[in-house]
């Protein structure tokens, strides 16, 4: 079982930048693909981007390739999610998740931070 927990969201302006953090409690090759998703209100959940902690090597969803960065911390504990030019439309309930590497299939889920963008 490994626990994941997201921190970093709140309230910021349009144009501005978050930068999300997921404490992920294992490190190991049975856990080394991290996924942030995020579900905007009364719409589905979505991928955004996942990252192999062991190889550090990243994959991005098609529509979030421009201003989304994901990255980890050198302890490869803490996986980042970095948002830049933010838009009203990328408010939502930001999650990460172990992933399966070449897939968006998700288990282990945190428990999700908040994103508002007010204009």
């Known amino acids: 079982q490994v626990t994941l927990l997201e921190s970093g969201g709140g309230p910021v302006q349009a144009g501005g930048s978050l930068r999300l953090s997921c404490a992920v409690s294992?490190?190991?090759?049975?856990?080394?693909?991290i996924g942030w998703f995020r579900q905007p209100p009364g719409k589905e959940r979505e991928g955004i981007a996942r990252?192999?902690?062991?190889?550090?090597?990243?994959y991005y969803a098609d529509s979030m390739k421009d201003r989304f960065t994901i990255s980890q911390n050198n302890d490869r504990n803490t996986v980042y999610l970095q948002i830049n030019s933010l838009k009203p439309e990328d408010t939502a309930v930001y999650y990460c998740a172990r992933v399966n590497c070449d897939t968006w299939t998700a288990r282990d889920w945190g428990q999700g931070t908040q994103v508002t963008v007010s204009s």
């Open positions: 990252l192999d902690r062991v190889l550090d090597l990243a």
């Open positions: 294992v490190y190991s090759a049975s856990v080394s693909c």
